[in-house]
């Protein structure tokens, strides 16, 4: 029978077609007397798990997904097995561990996944469990039953997504298509979430009224500041126009928790090595995992990119950030440098965070990032110098806009994976989250119909930026900061200028 999501099959005639199949008793060989909550080693659970798992067909019922097993002489309990020990043998057997959660909990018959979940899942999980009743054996009420090995071959070991990379087009992506119920698996080579942050965490206005993100870990930013290498400046503002900084990595914690309640499992810790095709699944190289839908949200320099042949990032700025203790004078203002000897190709940055002051510098791929510099020409304005130096961290930009190729047949790249920044700002975690639930949204269309591909939604719905391409070309081939610096743009024309730069969306 083919895998979920693959075959409709009435709940009627499945009961029917379980309930005709004979019972053969597994004998099955307890090493010792074991009752309760005792407990085996590890050897004897892989055999016994073995033998009493045989059998069973699964179907789907309209919105729902339905297992079907038949009960058989042994309880898991009543030789010590719990639950977590099923999950973790059916996770190296391949099983998804959203369906092993729900297998390790049922006792009897059936299990389904409702999309929408509700009090209306739980009333026909247990009519369904009442139902397959009959089948029961007589011994003590019957177990999972000859259910095992099938459901591994049935389910042909999928999930419906594998998303690499647990940042915020990878999170957004995955909530989205958990959210829609299908079965969904992210993969981060990071040993917990935040542990490795490349980004200072600005949130847009629009980005922040889109999330529910805790008050406690943002900082409101209401005014900018636009410095010459000589220090003068502009400063902006907009009515009712701000930004947030952020705690980012507090702030990717909560996304993973978020994440996790919406049903999608997260492992950190797990590489990304490739993927092979097999049919209508992909193979994840030295993993256990293989799924339908393959997602690259694994930054600039993508691996899931160079698996398929898609475009790479070429054009990219490196960046390197440093977070100082803050002082009360640090204000409510993100001050940015125009200064082609500390910062050629952007700028330099100095951002009154949450608990910490930031300050970092991004510099086109062949310059050097001189944050002693960088600070030493700053340093009369903020004071840094005599402030500790609590994190370091760099990394790559992506400032081509959106790839040419950033998809193939079931597979999709977002994020900066697929160069989804601002060319000019650099900024990129609105794009990342937005589109990121988007192509959950689509990808969940693509698997349960015929929606078209998901990147072709993806590319529909990304900004042009064409104005901002031309203005990153300009500040790439023109003197900007000595024009500023003699006067020959106008103050009220690099207002409105640096106005639209950070203040429009478009």
Known sequence: MDAV??????????????????????????????????????????????????????????????????????????????????????????????RIQALARSRVGFLRRERGGGEQQNRRQKQCGENAGAVRTGHGGGSFANGWASIIRLMAAKYDIAVIGAGFAGLACARRAAERGLSVVVLDRQSGPGERIHTT????????????VPAALVRRISRVRVYTPSHRF???????????????????????????????????????????????AFNLEESDVSCRFLVGADGARSRVAESFGLDRNLRVLKGVEWEFEPAPGDGDCLHCF????????????????????????????????????????????????????????????????????????????????????SPLTAGGIHNAYRLGRLAGNAIADHLEGSAPDPGRVVRRAYPNHAWKRAA??????????????????????????????FFSRG
């Not at 499945?14 to 099955?28: F, G, H, N, S, W």
């Not at 930004?243 to 914690?253: I, P, V, Y």
Request: glycine residues 14%; charged residues 30%; contains cysteine.
């Open 5 to 98: 999501g693959q075959l409709d099959v009435g709940e009627r005639a499945l009961t029917e077609r379980v309930k005709a199949q004979p019972i053969q008793p597994v004998d099955v060989q307890v090493p010792r007397p074991v009752g309760p909550g005792a407990k085996l080693e590890h050897a004897e659970t892989e055999g016994l798990l073995a033998d009493l798992f045989q059998g069973g067909e699964l179907g789907r019922e309209g919105d729902h997904e339905v297992v079907a097993v038949r009960t058989h002489v042994v309880q898991c309990r009543e030789v010590g097995i719990g639950g977590e020990e099923v999950r973790d043998w059916g996770r190296r057997q391949g099983v998804a561990g959203r």
């Open 201 to 212: 965490g600005i949130l847009v206005k629009e980005a922040w009224e889109e999330w529910a």
């Open 338 to 421: 125009i200064d082609p000897e500390c910062a050629p190709g952007y700028i330099g940055w100095v951002v009154p965070g949450v608990k910490v002051t930031q300050v970092g510098l991004a510099v086109h791929r062949r310059a050097k990032a001189d944050m002693q510099r960088f600070i030493g020409r700053i340093d009369p304005l903020f004071g840094l110098s005599g402030r500790t130096v609590l994190e370091k961290r760099g990394g790559v930009i992506p400032i081509g806009g959106l790839l040419r190729r950033f998809h193939t047949d079931r597979v999709l790249l977002i994020g900066d994976a697929a160069g989804m920044v």
């Open 472 to 501: 990153r070309w300009s500040f790439d081939h023109l003197p900007v900061s000595r024009a500023l610096e003699a006067g020959l743009l106008t103050r009220n024309l690099f207002r409105r200028l640096a106005e639209r730069v």
């Open 234 to 280: 502009v400063e902006l503002d907009r009515d009712r126009y701000f930004f947030m900084a952020t705690d980012t990595g507090s702030l990717m914690r909560h996304l993973v928790d978020e994440t996790r309640d919406a049903g999608a499992e997260i492992r950190f810790g797990e590489k990304y090595v490739g993927a092979a095709r097999n049919g209508t």
